[in-house]
């Protein structure tokens, strides 16, 4: 069984930055790949970031050069560093991790397991 908790987010102004932890613990973490998704009210959850075992990276275009995904396996934790935020990124962020390469990084059936979500405000 693997466990996913994520940290960090909160609230910011409008063109801040926030950066969110999801830490891995029950399988060797640097097996997994790891996604990042969020969901804002009213609306489906939405693939942001990925990272595969290797270190290969994708996003989604919404955020392509304002947020960076990485991970430390030493720690056994991913990142989503959020930077030039926008209020249309308020949302709940989820991790979740893979231990299959699959290639449809960007959905959400692709991850066996789930964090319970961090808020994320951007105040305008």
């Known amino acids: 069984q693997v466990q996913l908790v994520e940290s960090g987010g909160g609230m910011e102004q409008a063109g801040g930055s926030l950066r969110l932890s999801c830490a891995a613990s029950?399988?060797?973490?640097?097996?997994?790949?790891m996604g990042w998704f969020r969901q804002a009210p009213g609306k489906d959850r939405e693939f942001v970031a990925a990272i595969r075992s290797g270190g290969t990276t994708y996003y989604a275009d919404s955020v392509k050069g304002r947020f960076t995904i990485s991970r430390n396996n030493a720690e056994n934790t991913a990142y989503l560093q959020m930077n030039s935020l926008k209020p249309e990124d308020t949302a709940v962020y989820y991790c979740?991790?893979?231990?299959?390469?699959?290639?449809?990084?960007?959905?959400?059936?692709?991850?066996?397991?789930w964090g319970p979500g961090r808020q994320v405000t951007v105040s305008s």
């Open positions: 029950g399988r060797t973490f640097s097996t997994f790949s």
């Open positions: 979740a991790a893979t231990l299959y390469y699959r290639e449809a990084y960007y959905l959400e059936y692709t991850y066996e397991y």
